[in-house]
């Protein structure tokens, strides 16, 4: 089975954290945390700054590492690191997403998630209630 490995910004800022919603590919109109596949080279925090940057023409801090996903989808088995980051930079500008929004812990359920994503709901859920 085909290996993916990719990086995921859960950007959180105060009780929120922005989400993603898709604009292509099979998985197109899901939600998902921005971020993308490792270059050979790159650690999983490096791939993370310059997807971002790719995605969302903006600047992170990686803050705390949350947790690694592993996920098999029929295609491909997704092995996913998650880190907590803040905006260093500009607010987010959507160069591949169709659409985000600012989610707080009791709206998480309110977009549809890409499988993997789901996992990491709870944990995120607890890490934002300690900004209330």
Request: aromatic residues 12%.
């Amino acid at each position: 089975m085909k290996q993916i490995e990719v990086a995921a910004a859960i950007i959180r800022s105060g009780d929120r954290i922005f989400a993603t919603q898709r604009g292509y590919g099979q998985w197109k109109d899901w939600w998902e945390f921005p971020g993308g596949k490792l270059e050979p080279w790159e650690s999983p925090q490096e791939a993370l700054l310059r997807e971002i940057r790719e995605e969302l023409s903006t600047e992170i801090a990686i803050d705390k590492f949350l947790y690694t996903v592993d996920w098999d989808y029929p295609e491909f088995h997704l092995t996913m690191h998650c880190f907590i980051c803040s905006l260093r930079g500009e607010a987010p500008h959507l160069n591949e997403h169709e659409a985000a929004r600012w989610l707080r812990a009791d709206d998480l359920d309110t977009v549809q998630w890409l499988p993997a994503d789901y996992i990491l709901l709870p944990l995120i859920a607890d890490e934002l209630k300690r900004y209330q």
